[in-house]
């Protein structure tokens, strides 16, 4: 008969972490991430230098932009190769790659948690036209970040007259995964988690290579009543480690929130966005949602878009979901996001990811860092920094409808509205419009070619993208195209219409 799983310190676990293993952790921002497994990993490599030579996989950013999360990871000799799906959270790691000093990688995040169940199945790999005419492809940097990084991950091939991409398969020796609860036999169960992430593929690609499964929680209770609520069974479950309260927070944003794991009507949880550029936005994105649309709102500014939602009763009209899992309720922001405030449902993030790729999505609203003359997108690559494309790239490709929003220009752009006019306060020093975008992130061709709308919304223009390149097609109101768009744009449009934004976005308040 099997035992009860043995319950240990985060230090006696990792220590049973061997030089040269691929490791997996699992984690979005902060929820999800065991955060008390990294932390003693790196305190052994600062004690006593092993485990040497790691092979570190993640699908979504796991960190704070400072020490916690993966940050703690980022130490050479410890890690040799990284493949990733974001690395802006985890500026520590960023450094390294981009000092050539480790293996780098940077996958689609959706791919990556889609191979952990190829992994754990021991097939040969995801076979996907996701990251097609990217920087992913191999036909331009094949996801590599540096010279260093010279093994091709990812292939394309042909099936039935088509192109597709392989992302290869490679054994996963240890999971590093977190819960709330264990029973005395490893089962596990998350019911104070704000998401599921991809823990039971993790567990499962591990045991399927004679590795090791370690699981942070934060209690351990005798017996788990609901064997439908176990997400890992105990079989899976090597080492069982009881976190501190520090160290197990729902996520790098705050300790508990109630909401992220009830399902009720969340349309009053966010406050009035107050006047700017981002409202302008805001608003005028929200007007591309349809009534019954199923959404995802890129972080940052598209995070706009539910506010003016809510702040005019629209969140009612159409679902908000999000790549790690939740379907419903209001996305969180900051160091929270990957939770939504009062959900209807949270599933794993593998199976979010199958129906975005499948074409579920109605409408994306994503952000933009470059936008080029053929509507190609950079969100990966910026001041002298790598951020990474987590989701971005599975979304951006899926959705029917893909909403850009971004400023007409960067760094410190400040507007006002004068009688219903938008005034250029202080222009933004950099373009955001320009030839050729340092790393295509989302290929517009390819999008034209699947049929797909795509708008770029700013708060002083809206571009649409044709087979004839970006059309000019609403111009804000005080606003001369002549002297504060087209000039300040690295590439000449494809055509200019007359036609005015809406004025509704220009209301002062």
């Known amino acids: 008969m099997r035992g009860a799983a043995r319950i240990t310190s985060a230090a006696e676990a990792v220590a049973a972490i061997p030089n040269g293993a691929t490791v997996a952790v699992g984690g979005f921002v902060g929820a999800g991430h065991p955060e008390a497994l ?49 690395w802006n959270l985890a500026p520590k790691l960023g450094k390294l790659a981009l000092e050539n000093q480790i293996e ?54 042909t099936l039935d007259g088509e192109t597709w991409l392989r992302y290869r398969a490679f054994p ?60 890992v069974p105990g079989v899976l479950v090597d080492y069982i480690v009881v976190a501190e309260p520090a160290q197990h927070p729902q996520t790098f944003g705050e300790q508990f929130n109630e909401a992220f794991v009830t399902a009720a009507d969340g349309r009053g949880t966010l406050a009035p966005l107050p006047f700017s550029e981002r409202k302008i936005i805001g608003r005028r994105a929200l007007m591309e ?9 890129g972080i940052g500014l598209p995070e706009a878009v539910a506010a003016v939602a809510a702040e005019t009763g629209r969140l009612g009209e159409f679902t908000l979901t999000l790549e790690s899992g939740p379907t419903g309720g209001v996305p969180a922001s900051g160091l929270s996001f990957g939770c939504s405030h009062y959900p209807e449902a949270i599933v794993d993030q593998p199976s979010q990811f199958d129906f975005y790729d499948g074409g579920g999505l109605d409408t994306a609203v994503l952000g933009a860092v470059e936008v080029d003359a053929e509507g190609s997108v950079n969100v990966s690559t910026f001041a002298g920094r790598f951020a990474g494309i987590g989701g971005f790239v599975n979304i951006a490709q899926s959705a029917k409808r893909v909403v850009f929003c971004c400023t007409f220009r960067a760094g410190d752009l400040e507007v006002a509205v004068d009688r219903g006019s ?88």
Do not use: W
């Open 38 to 86: 990294t932390a003693a990993l790196e305190q052994r490599f600062l004690t006593d230098g092993s485990p040497r030579d790691l092979t570190l996989l993640y699908a979504a950013g796991q960190g704070d932009r400072g020490e916690r999360g993966l940050n703690h990871l980022a130490h050479v000799g410890l890690v040799k190769r990284v493949v990733g799906g974001h």
């Open 104 to 157: 780098a990688y940077n996958f689609p995040q959706g791919v990556l948690c889609v191979l952990l169940r190829e992994i754990a199945a021991k097939r040969p790999g995801v076979i996907t036209k996701i990251g097609m005419n990217t920087f992913v492809d191999p036909q331009n940097d094949g996801g590599r970040l540096n010279a260093r990084t010279t093994e091709p991950l990812v292939e394309r091939l």
């Open 172 to 231: 996963v020796h240890v999971g590093l995964i977190r819960a709330t609860s264990a029973d005395r036999r490893g089962n596990l169960s998350m019911e104070r988690e704000g998401l599921i992430g991809e823990v039971l593929p993790i567990a499962q690609a591990a045991k399927n290579h004679g590795g090791i499964v370690i699981a942070q929680v934060e209690r351990v209770v005798e017996r788990i009543a609901d064997p439908k609520s176990v997400r």
């Open 289 to 297: 949602i349809r009534r019954g649309d199923i959404v995802n709102l």
């Open 422 to 509: 938008l005034r250029i306060v202080r222009e933004g020093r950099h373009a955001k419009f320009v030839k050729r975008v340092q790393q295509v992130c989302f290929h517009g061709p390819s999008a034209l070619a699947r049929g797909q709308e795509v708008l770029f919304i700013t708060e002083r223009a809206v571009f649409a993208l044709t087979p004839a390149g970006l059309v000019l097609r609403e111009i804000a109101p005080g606003v001369a195209a002549e002297k504060q768009i087209l000039p300040l744009m690295e590439f000449a449009p494809a055509s200019v219409e007359s036609r005015l934004m809406p004025t509704a976005c220009f209301e002062p308040s």
